[in-house]
Nanobody, 121 residues
């Protein structure tokens, strides 16, 4: 099982990026999938999750700016990020789990390698 995250990069304040997480060995529609982010010295923070049902939930800090989605045909989940702020700078990770605790990092058994998002002011 492998999750391959991509799409990070350097963007200016107010800009947009779309992160992708391609899964192999696991069907994304049969698992809860999530995006987390982490900055040095801080705990991994939940950003968004999409359940097996297709319902999504987003952290308050990103509501209205970030949108998580899923493409079953491509076995890939996405995180569309708009109106980016300097405080969004972090390494973003995708993760997969059967647990219902979708916003808890400890619930996830498979993680992608992380992709760095840097928002410059």
């Amino acid at each position: 099982v492998q999750l391959q995250a991509s799409g990070g990069g350097l963007v200016q304040v107010g800009g947009s990026l779309r992160l992708s997480c391609a899964a192999s060995g696991r069907t994304v529609s049969r698992y809860n999938m999530a995006w987390f982010r982490q900055v040095p010295g801080k705990e991994r923070e939940s950003v968004a999750a999409i359940r097996m049902s297709g319902s999504t939930s987003h952290a308050d800090s990103v509501k209205g700016r970030f949108t998580m989605s899923r493409d079953n045909a491509k076995n890939t989940v996405y995180l569309q990020m708009t109106s980016l702020r300097p405080e969004d700078t972090a390494v973003f990770y995708c993760a997969s789990s059967k647990s219902v605790a979708v916003h808890q990092a400890a619930s996830y058994d498979v993680w992608g390698q992380g992709t760095l998002v840097t928002v410059s002011s």
